[in-house]
């Protein structure tokens, strides 16, 4: 059974960029242990809301909780430090670097002491091979370069990074969005892995099928506004496709297509006839 106190909660957030309104009374919350499914097209929205979340923003209107309490945040660092990380799309991973490099890049691990102070190399190799068998993955060599993992290996390194560093929210930008359908796959396992494990999750994409796959509840974002938030049972995969694509403004245009074509046709009948009555007039 769910919290009573969301994790995260927003309450008519709006936040404008001079005259171009990127959000408008956006509201939605998150308990821990569930993933909240994000959706929207491109310029719905998606990505201003989740930097406001993760403290790259501040909202210009509205209200942000965090575990109840208003949160005030003035960097991504004053959310990590409340449990709140995100993983962006470029993963911010160096490929030349090894697989535990990049696992505790900011934050490596040392030994010795003062002058002799270098880095523990065999710590952050134990430490990165088992977080991420955690998560399914056996690394057979954590000192391999990063950039020889798969697409959906490199998410479950920044995804198992992060809840490794105390993640209980994860923000996880399109991480399907570049990926093939095996690997896709991958990455909707660690979702539903991150999610067993207690860690709230909210799961941004522009694709219903991964969306329906993984979620618990939807939130559909559209040119900055929201339609609300709902469960499976509230809301079936075809109504939540027909929601994003705008179905219903591309059924009004058809039929709008549809009558200035018959219009045209109209006026090129009318015009035929005037000319063949003019014709037959002057012989």
Not at 25 to 51: F, H, Q, R
Not at 101 to 116: A, I, V
Not at 188 to 208: E, K, M
Request: aromatic share 8%.
């Amino acid at each position: 059974m769910m919290a009573r106190t969301p994790v995260i909660e927003v309450r008519n957030i709006s936040k404008y960029f001079g005259s171009v309104i990127a959000l408008n009374g956006v509201s939605m919350d998150l308990y821990p242990g569930e993933v909240m499914c994000l959706l929207g097209d491109n310029g719905a929205g998606k990505s201003t809301l989740i930097k406001i979340l993760s403290g790259v923003h501040k909202p210009g209107e509205g209200e942000y909780f965090v575990d109840g309490q208003q949160a005030d945040f003035h960097s991504p660092r004053d959310a990590l430090d409340r449990g709140i990380a995100t993983v962006y799309q470029d993963l911010a991973m160096i490929p030349l670097m090894s697989v535990s490099r990049n696992f505790f890049l900011g934050s490596e691990p040392t030994t010795g002491w003062g002058p002799f102070r270098r880095l523990n190399i065999a710590f952050a190799d134990e430490v990165a091979r088992a977080e991420l068998a955690k998560m399914g993955i056996d690394i057979r060599d954590p000192s391999q370069p990063v950039g020889t993992l798969s697409g959906g290996e490199r998410q479950s390194v920044a995804i198992a990074r992060a809840v490794y560093f105390g993640a209980r929210v994860l923000i996880l930008d399109e991480p399907t969005a570049a990926l093939g359908v095996k690997q896709a796959g991958t990455v909707l396992r660690y979702i539903a892995q991150s999610r067993a494990r207690g860690i709230a999750v909210i799961f941004i994409t522009h694709n219903p099928h991964h969306a329906y796959a993984v979620g618990d509840r939807f939130t559909i974002l559209k040119r900055g506004r929201t339609f609300g938030t709902f469960t499976k049972d509230e809301l079936g995969r075809e109504e939540m496709v027909r929601m994003m694509s705008g179905a219903d403004e591309l059924d009004a245009m058809r039929h709008e297509l549809e009558e200035f074509a018959r219009e045209d046709k109209a006026m090129h009948e009318e015009k035929a006839s005037v000319m063949d009555q003019q014709l037959a007039d002057s012989l």
